[in-house]
């Protein structure tokens, strides 16, 4: 059974950083795409970074580019988001998804099969 569970999410002030967690389990993480995405009250999920596990592509969204770093924890089986200058616009509740297709497309949820639960990330003073 698939499972994602995220985590680290937390209330944090402007320029602070957080690292989230997604910790996978019931699939071969190297056979899969891993996507982080979020979404805002009132707003579309966004698609934020992803990562092929199996050769380590990385792809991010424009508007998180150089604050943001998706790398693969071969340890705990689990995909990392660290965010760096954080500012009141990345708030919202963050995602983690998995698809078998191996395939990043920030734009579309509905590639995903499997979705965590969701960790809020609150950016505020």
């Known amino acids: 059974q698939v499972q994602l569970v995220e985590s680290g999410g937390g209330l944090v002030e402007p320029g602070g950083s957080l690292r989230l967690s997604c910790a996978t389990s019931?699939?071969?993480?190297?056979?899969?795409?891993i996507v982080w995405f979020r979404q805002a009250p009132g707003k579309k999920r966004e698609g934020v970074a992803c990562?092929?596990?199996?050769?380590?592509?990385?792809y991010y969204a424009d508007s998180v580019k150089g604050r943001v770093t998706i790398a693969r924890d071969n340890v705990e089986d689990a995909v990392l988001l660290q965010m760096a200058s954080l500012t009141p616009e990345d708030t919202g509740a963050y995602y983690c998804?998995?698809?078998?297709?191996?395939?990043?497309?920030?734009?579309?949820?509905?590639?995903?099969?499997?979705w965590g639960q969701g960790t809020q990330v609150t950016v505020s003073s």
């Open positions: 019931g699939f071969t993480l190297e056979d899969y795409a």
């Open positions: 990562i092929i596990a199996r050769d380590g592509s990385t």
């Open positions: 998804a998995a698809n078998p297709y191996r395939l990043c497309v920030l734009s579309d949820p509905q590639v995903n099969d499997y």
